[in-house]
């Protein structure tokens, strides 16, 4: 080889040397400053000091709350460090419906609180309208970039806007105290009202401070392959109960002519604060739910007197039958 190809030789390792240390230095530029090479995009830059790899701070927890007819019981929360500065928070939920009779359709608007200040945005939670799921919530850009949240200082609250509040506090340094928002069970004197043509058995009655009924339909969910439309509810104000009472009637059953009041503890009398409404059950032709929700404000403790009677011509002159409530 003559001078000339040796020095050309030369000249092309000292470019393909040159090339592989070019390609390397954008390559780990590609972490940290945004190098586009062969045309790509630009990535956005990592913040200094960032981790390489996410740093994670979980916490067992078993708690649960109340709201609209289900539980929400919280289990497991995990805060990791994104390579951006930010924390991505991991909630793993566990959802009952409790009600016990055809769903209803009330869910809480969800987030997460830090000392009792929102740390993230609304969550969407869709718990099933019948049995039992899990679901696990990602939320993103929770806190100040750069810090990562103390999962500890965390509480989980589920509310409505100008409602009552469920908490779920996820370590003792969260701020919050935990508020359950349970129902409570009145147990009535008889099962069985007789009023006119209605023949009626209670259900359910339980004192609440979550929801109440709502004149707004519900949207249908697919119970199978069958269209079904739950009951519909609405939050209650914060300082505010509601008596729910849930009967059973023959299929057929209409609530137009039936007449319902409850006396309170303290001797007002209330007149439903719906009208009674009607709802199938999805699985039993032979019956149908009926449901009265009674609202109010002041003392819950005591009991209460139920009264129903047919107000239909033929029947006007019959006596309310009374039904005595009693918690615990």
């Excluded at 045309?39 to 981790?51: F, I, K, N, R």
């Excluded at 708690?63 to 497991?76: D, E, I, K, N, V």
């Excluded at 009208?275 to 449901?291: E, F, G, N, Q, W």
Aim: aromatic fraction near 4%; charged fraction near 20%.
């Amino acid at each position: 080889m003559g001078p000339r190809g040796r020095a050309r030789a030369a000249n092309g390792g000292w470019n393909r040397l040159i090339r592989r240390r070019t390609a390397a230095l954008c390559a780990a530029a590609v972490l940290t400053a945004g190098c586009t090479p062969y045309g790509a995009d630009t990535l956005e830059a990592v913040a200094s000091g960032s981790p390489v790899r996410a740093v994670a701070r979980s916490v067992v927890v078993d708690r649960t709350a109340w709201w609209g007819g289900s539980s929400y019981r919280l289990t497991g929360v995990t805060a990791t460090a994104q390579p951006n500065g930010r924390t991505e928070v991991e909630l793993v939920l566990g959802v009952v419906v409790e009600s016990p009779v055809p769903a209803a359709s009330a869910l809480p608007r969800v987030a997460l609180e830090q000392e009792g200040v929102a740390v993230s945005g609304p969550l969407e939670v869709q718990p099933p309208p019948f049995g039992r799921a899990s679901l696990t919530v990602t939320v993103q850009d929770v806190g100040p970039p750069g810090q990562l949240l103390d999962p500890n200082r965390l509480a989980l609250v589920l509310a409505a806007p100008g409602a009552a509040r469920a908490v779920l506090p996820v370590g003792a340094r969260s701020g919050a105290e935990q508020v359950d928002l349970r129902p409570t069970v009145l147990h009535p004197s008889t099962d069985a009202v007789h009023a006119g043509r209605y023949r009626l058995v209670l259900s359910s009655v339980r004192l609440r401070e979550d929801c109440t009924g709502n004149p707004l339909p519900a949207r249908a969910v697919p119970i199978g392959t069958t269209p079904f439309v739950p009951r519909s509810l609405r939050a209650l104000k914060p300082g505010q109960h509601s008596v729910e009472v849930l009967f059973e009637a023959p299929a057929g059953t209409t609530p137009e002519q039936l007449v319902l009041h409850l006396t309170l503890p303290d001797g007002r009398r209330l007149a439903p604060s719906t009208p009674v409404d009607t709802t199938a059950y999805p699985d039993r032709p032979d019956i149908v739910s009926l449901a009265a929700w009674f609202d109010f404000y002041g003392d819950t403790a005591g009991t209460y007197t139920l009264e129903a009677a047919d107000g239909s011509a033929g029947a006007a002159a019959d006596r309310p039958v009374a039904v005595t409530l009693r918690a615990g």
